[in-house]
């Protein structure tokens, strides 16, 4: 078995954002190895994620994205459990995040945006990326509508 040091542990959680008993299970299941602790770390927001997906989402902001030559742009109607979390940061970057992927993909729907490629790692979608943030808050995380100007 692996000694996890304080160092390992915080840079884990600047990392992935996850808390600190996650990440020293995380380490301790990995032996140290930073690259499987955060797949570990992965793994379990995105099962988190699945467990709150019946869970109702009355709370949220709608966010927007203009190009900087005015020509484009995209609103997302981002829906969460509780304003507290609408207030976060994490919802506020991914929400931001989504609508930017809206202005410059052009999902025809939401179920088209959620398959598509994240625009800024395409190993991983915006369903995933989605779901990551809800396993990171604990709330379920839905995208309600989008538009595309």
């Given at each position: 078995?692996?000694?996890?040091?304080?160092?390992?542990?915080?840079?884990?959680?600047?990392?992935?954002?996850?808390?600190i008993m996650d990440v020293r299970?995380?380490?301790?299941?990995?032996?140290?190895?930073?690259?499987?602790?955060?797949?570990?770390?992965?793994?379990?927001?995105?099962?988190?994620?699945?467990?709150?997906?019946?869970?109702?989402?009355?709370?949220?902001?709608?966010?927007?994205?203009?190009?900087?030559?005015?020509?484009?742009?995209?609103?997302?109607?981002?829906?969460?459990?509780?304003?507290?979390?609408?207030?976060?940061?994490?919802?506020?970057?991914?929400?931001?995040?989504?609508?930017?992927?809206?202005?410059?993909?052009?999902?025809?729907?939401?179920?088209?945006?959620?398959?598509?490629?994240?625009?800024?790692?395409?190993?991983?979608?915006?369903?995933?990326?989605?779901?990551?943030?809800?396993?990171?808050?604990?709330?379920?995380?839905?995208?309600?509508?989008?538009?595309?100007?």
């Amino acid at each position: 078995m692996t000694n996890i040091t304080m160092d390992q542990i915080k840079q884990l959680r600047e990392e992935t954002g996850a808390g600190i008993m996650d990440v020293r299970k995380a380490l301790t299941a990995s032996d140290g190895d930073m690259k499987k602790a955060k797949a570990w770390i992965t793994e379990k927001g995105l099962t988190r994620a699945a467990e709150k997906a019946d869970r109702t989402t009355e709370a949220g902001y709608v966010f927007s994205y203009v190009h900087f030559n005015g020509k484009v742009g995209a609103l997302v109607k981002l829906a969460c459990e509780t304003d507290f979390v609408a207030k976060t940061e994490d919802f506020q970057h991914l929400g931001r995040e989504i609508a930017m992927q809206c202005a410059s993909m052009k999902p025809e729907n939401v179920e088209e945006l959620l398959a598509q490629d994240y625009l800024r790692d395409s190993s991983s979608t915006i369903e995933k990326l989605i779901k990551s943030v809800s396993g990171k808050t604990g709330e379920n995380i839905r995208v309600l509508s989008i538009a595309v100007l």
